[in-house]
């Protein structure tokens, strides 16, 4: 199966950080749209951040999350930096991929990514 794999979720206080990594099973990452989506309980999965091909690097962030959390890449792996944590920002976090480019206008949409990994809990807390 094809699949994502993700890892570096925890629990931390109000006002950390952790740093999440995704990477492909089996493929590389650098010509597919690479998001970052979460999932609290009982709410619908919301996208977080999205880093086109690596041929563009175009990023794209959730207003929600602007000026505290940063995608980037690190040769086959793609990373969510995320500071100064709030703990409405708990929830399951997962990474997608897509193979189309130019993700400005549909970034956001679950629906539009083919490759998943199986999520990884992020909890803020006192």
């Known amino acids: 199966q094809v699949h994502l794999d993700e890892s570096g979720g925890g629990l931390v206080q109000p006002g950390g950080s952790l740093r999440l990594s995704c990477a492909g099973s089996?493929?590389?990452?650098?010509?597919?749209?690479v998001a970052w989506f979460r999932q609290a309980p009982g709410k619908e999965r919301e996208g977080v951040s999205c880093?086109?091909?690596?041929?563009?690097?175009q990023t794209y962030y959730a207003d929600s999350v602007k000026g505290r959390f940063t995608i980037f890449r690190d040769g086959a792996t793609v990373y969510l930096q995320m500071n100064n944590l709030k703990p409405e920002d708990t929830a399951v976090y997962y990474c997608?991929?897509?193979?189309?480019?130019?993700?400005?206008?549909?970034?956001?949409?679950?629906?539009?990514?083919?490759?998943w990994g199986q999520g990884t809990q992020v909890a803020v807390s006192s």
């Open positions: 997608a991929a897509t193979f189309k480019s130019s993700p400005g206008a549909w970034w956001p949409d679950a629906n539009e990514y083919d490759y």
């Open positions: 089996g493929f590389a990452l650098d010509y597919y749209a």
């Open positions: 880093i086109n091909r690596m041929d563009n690097g």
